[in-house]
């Protein structure tokens, strides 16, 4: 059974740094094909991807973020990184990890980890 | 970049037949899956490959897919089936995952 779990701060300061951490169990981010992505919902609005990263360490982003986005891998702790600079309130929201398949779907979930951006 | 267009809301009756769009340019030569998400909960992937259910997932839950619109179809709907739904589809051209702005959908 794959898991991940989401970890950081819960609260970040505006203009500051957004770092999360995604534990991966039952599944390994060194093996291909699947990609390992981050999503985010605001409160009470959709789902915005955004963006995904290979086994390889390539990687792609939603452009609407405005290169403030970088994702990485640690393969010896199963682990995938977020880091977006520069936050505003507007980057207020709930950030899941996610294993995306071969196919595109995304068929495993974190539970979510709520991110708050306010001084 | 590609765009899937869902309709904010759809409200049906328990025991009928409740039908969601999600609407893109040539949708029908992609792949679409979809997710049901329940308030504080995660997604959970309800249809992939267009009509393709994962384990677990009742057969009152198909999909479709066809020219520029694919279609969540619901039958004997129940309360337990309120919840949002979106479409996604991975966009190859760009190598992007897209995401509908998903449709609420509220048992009456």
């Known amino acids: 059974q794959v898991q991940l779990q989401e970890s950081g701060p819960g609260l970040v300061k505006p203009s500051q740094t957004l770092s999360l951490t995604c534990t991966v169990s039952g599944a390994s981010v060194s093996s291909g094909g699947s990609y390992w992505s981050w999503i985010r919902q605001p409160a009470g609005k959709g789902l915005e991807w955004l963006g995904r990263?290979?086994?390889?360490?390539?990687?792609t982003y939603n452009p609407s973020l405005r290169n403030r986005v970088t994702m990485s891998l640690d393969t010896s702790k199963n682990q995938f990184f977020l880091r977006l600079t520069s936050v505003t309130a507007a980057d207020t929201a709930v950030y899941y990890c996610?294993?995306?398949?071969?196919?595109?779907?995304?068929?495993?979930w974190g539970e979510g980890a709520l991110v708050t951006v306010s001084s | 970049s590609y765009v899937l267009t869902q309709p904010p809301s759809v409200s049906v009756a328990p025991g009928s037949t409740a039908r969601v769009p999600c609407g893109g340019s040539n949708i029908g030569s992609k792949s679409v899956h979809w997710y049901r998400q329940k308030p504080g909960q995660a997604p959970v992937l309800v249809i992939f490959g267009d009509s393709d259910r994962p384990s677990g997932i009742p057969e009152r839950f198909s999909g479709s897919n066809s020219g520029n619109t694919a279609t969540l179809t619901i039958s004997s709907v129940e309360a337990g089936d309120e919840a949002d739904y979106y479409c996604?589809?991975?966009?190859?051209?760009?190598?992007?995952?897209?995401f509908g702005g998903g449709t609420k959908l509220t048992v009456l």
């Open positions: 990263m290979y086994s390889s360490g390539s990687s």
């Open positions: 996610a294993k995306v398949d071969y196919y595109g779907r995304v068929d495993y």
């Open positions: 996604q589809v991975w966009d190859g051209s760009s190598d992007h995952v897209v």
